[in-house]
């Protein structure tokens, strides 16, 4: 007998669109909050998605200063505008166009995220990927990383791919998450263009739209999806995404959901109410 093959698993389809609200965060930055607002609280792993888009510096100006974080991560992906952080650790970095940071917060970091420029356009997003349990309360840890570091290809279709974390053909993403084990890319597509995009069946994924519109799914089965629309992907493998008459860009976004309780207050993201109770203890002691 020979075995039969399993079929692949199927394209993932958009099961829910979500419009992001305007909001303002720091002390008085304006962005657009996709993931953490009613429409759609959390994607697990994922718990909070930003865009924050401005060329108005009093958009952007006061920045963020000190403030502590416990329990997940935050990742922060630059397209325009440079953006300096700094820690209660010592540590310091200067985020520039088309570079992340990928910050382990763990146990716990009190750090700022600053403009460095005083006019023109500051452009990116901030993701929150959560920790498992085992993770919440480890030494907090940083990926810069530049730009040149990010692998990035034309495909045939026209499409460009930057690699962020994860896996597209043979570029692997240089990010190291190993209990999420993301997808992140950074996606162009020409005017007509069409492209599968990799995902692992089991992870969470969400596709959101920054430029242009574009179309999420199975031929037959697309969804349009617009400039500053999120579409959660149902469950499947890979994700077909294409343009129409002008071209768009996308974030593909992908994790192994953690199936754990979520406790969420502010900046500390834990499994119960008591180790939130110990995370504000722990901060007022000056114990990050
Ligand atoms: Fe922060």
Do not use: C
């Not at 992870?203 to 089965?221: S, T």
């Amino acid at each position: 007998m020979s075995a039969v093959p399993s079929s692949p698993p199927s394209d993932r389809r958009v099961l829910q669109l979500v419009r992001g609200q305007p909001t303002s965060d720091g002390a008085g930055v304006k962005l657009n909050r996709v993931i953490g607002q009613r429409a759609l609280e959390m994607l697990d792993p994922f718990l909070m998605l930003d865009e924050f888009r401005s060329d108005q510096a009093g958009d952007y100006l006061a920045g963020f200063p000190n403030h502590p974080h416990r329990g997940f991560e935050t990742v922060t992906y630059m397209l325009a505008g440079r953006m300096r952080h700094g820690d209660n650790q010592g540590n310091s970095g200067l985020l520039t166009p088309g570079s992340v940071q990928w910050m382990t917060a763990g146990r716990g970091i009190v750090h700022s995220e600053m403009p460095e420029q005083e006019d023109g356009l500051m452009w990116g997003f901030q993701l929150w990927v959560n920790l498992p349990a085992a993770d919440k309360m480890t030494a907090p840890r940083y990926q810069d990383i530049a730009p040149e570091r990010i692998p990035q290809r034309t495909t045939a279709s026209g499409a460009q791919v930057r690699v962020i974390a994860g896996r597209f053909e043979d570029l692997q993403g240089p990010v190291d998450a190993a209990a999420t084990a993301p997808v992140y890319l950074d996606v162009a597509l020409p005017a007509g263009s069409r492209q599968s995009l990799p995902v692992p069946a089991g992870h969470n994924a969400f596709v959101y739209v920054f430029e242009g519109e574009v179309a999420v799914g199975p031929d037959g089965a697309a969804q349009p999806v617009a400039r500053g629309e999120l579409g959660v992907l149902g469950r499947g493998g890979d994700v077909t995404v294409a343009a129409g008459a002008q071209p768009g860009r996308l974030i593909l976004v992908a994790g192994r959901p953690l199936g754990e309780p979520v406790a969420k207050y502010g900046p500390f993201v834990m499994n119960t109410q008591d180790e939130i109770v110990a995370a504000i203890r722990d901060f007022q002691a000056g114990r990050f």
